[in-house]
């Protein structure tokens, strides 16, 4: 036996990933029962914790003797920083951890390698007030229409999502509410746009279930996308297999040429609006509409303007996008993943310059290993004039997957 899963009394030897995700699933929100993953030769994990799942401690007894607790900080998330406590059992005491996605991430990470994750920054020591209230937010409690935000999964300069649940039902909800107040004219305008994007039913686009405007604040209420998006599993700064990158792309470009074919622009395609059902189907978040983009585009931060701008094709910088704009962030996604860094780099200011006049650098130039074919795709994506890309966003995909089957 290599590995077992225990979760309480119960003891399951050699378990695959799905059921070791299954366990933490089925534990997160409710008041957890210890489970402990143990890899014969690289020592165990632990996680329990409590406040009807509001936080998690993991904790490696093996790996950090010495070390009486730690803090893992994610940088590469929206909003603010997330906090989890990794610590050994000695003082195990008001030291806890949040989030189940990151819970998840480093559970994962341990799983396959037996070591903790290296992408993080690593701090000594915090409090349980001080883990629980970096996820708070100040409307938790509150009532919108008939739904209860229960707390915060995270914020912008525009807006904060909270994990919610409507008031007769038990399932968990999304609710993103925005940051600012509409007048009248805004609130008919936001109403009828929202409408359409109710409408969109696809495997790959995250539903919008409802929306409203309470007291002139617009919220608009989604399903729970428990495993997080595809920034949180592919952290900036690291690779992925063009493969993977393929299945992605092939959901995310299904689903903005629905989009397109339906008359809408998507605006705002990058990682962090790529989301992971329970199932790990790849869904795409966040459809702006015309009076949330307008309004957006005086509140955004320059935290946010940094994970923004790398993605915005020149039309869309110029105030003019387009679905072809659309392809080019989704171009330069698939650039991002494929090297581990952005076509553009340097401040807003320097990439939207970049962006509007200088031709993206070659990716073999980052990693030889990739073929010309498949490069020639990425960058015909990223043509500075729309009409140079591919007429649809499908072809896009098709043509990598195609440049990729060629090389095999």
């Known amino acids: 036996m290599q590995t077992e899963l225990r979760i309480g009394e119960a003891s399951l030897p050699d378990p695959d990933w799905q059921q070791v995700q299954y366990a933490l699933h089925k534990i997160d929100g409710v008041k957890l029962d210890t489970v402990s993953l143990e890899i014969a030769g690289k020592g165990s994990l632990v996680i329990g914790g409590g406040d009807n799942g509001r936080y998690m401690v993991v904790y490696f007894p093996e790996l950090h003797p010495d070390l009486p607790s730690m803090t893992l900080t994610d940088l590469s998330l929206f909003g603010p920083d997330i906090i989890l406590t990794i610590q050994t059992p000695a003082p195990f005491a008001p030291k806890y951890a949040v989030k189940l996605p990151l819970v998840l991430r480093v559970v994962e990470h341990f799983y396959h390698t037996g070591q903790v994750p290296k992408d993080v920054r690593w701090e000594l020591d915090t409090t349980k007030e001080e883990a629980i209230n970096?996820?708070?937010?100040e409307r938790e409690g509150q009532q919108f229409d008939v739904y209860r935000l229960t707390h915060l999964l995270g914020r912008s300069s525009f807006a904060e999502?909270?994990?919610?649940?409507?008031?007769?039902?038990?399932?968990?909800?999304?609710i993103k509410v925005l940051d600012f107040h509409l007048i009248d004219e805004e609130v008919k305008a936001f109403e009828q746009e929202e409408q359409i994007i109710t409408m969109l039913v696809h495997p790959h686009i995250m539903p919008v279930l409802d929306f409203g405007v309470q007291d002139g604040i617009p919220f608009v209420v989604m399903d729970f996308a428990s495993i997080g998006s595809l920034r949180l599993r592919h952290p900036k700064g690291v690779a992925v297999p063009l493969p993977t990158v393929i299945r992605y792309v092939n959901g995310v470009a299904d689903a903005l040429q629905y989009a397109h074919d339906q008359g809408l622009i998507h605006r705002n395609v990058k990682p962090e609006n790529m989301l992971?059902?329970?199932?790990?189907?790849?869904?795409?978040?966040?459809?702006?509409?015309?009076?949330?983009?307008?309004?957006?585009?005086?509140?955004?931060s320059t935290q946010e303007m940094a994970n923004t701008i790398p993605y915005m094709a020149p039309e869309q910088i110029q105030g003019k996008p387009l679905p072809a704009s659309d392809q080019y962030a989704l171009g330069v996604v698939v650039y991002e993943w494929l090297c581990g860094v952005f076509p553009f780099q340097g401040s807003p200011p320097e990439i939207i310059q970049q962006h509007l006049f200088m031709p993206p650098p070659s990716l073999r130039v980052n990693v030889s290993s990739i073929a010309s074919t498949v490069e020639e795709v990425v960058l015909r994506a990223l043509?500075?004039?729309?009409?140079?890309?591919?007429?649809?966003?499908?072809?896009?995909?098709?043509?990598?997957?195609?440049?990729?089957?060629?090389?095999?």
């Open 161 to 174: 999502v909270y994990l919610g649940q409507h008031a007769q039902l038990t399932t968990p909800i999304a």
């Open 383 to 408: 043509a500075k004039e729309p009409r140079q890309r591919f007429m649809h966003i499908r072809d896009f995909a098709l043509a990598l997957e195609q440049a990729h089957q060629a090389t095999q």
């Open 276 to 300: 992971l059902g329970k199932d790990y189907k790849v869904q795409l978040s966040d459809f702006e509409v015309p009076i949330v983009a307008h309004r957006k585009s005086f509140l955004l």
């Open 134 to 137: 970096a996820n708070r937010g």
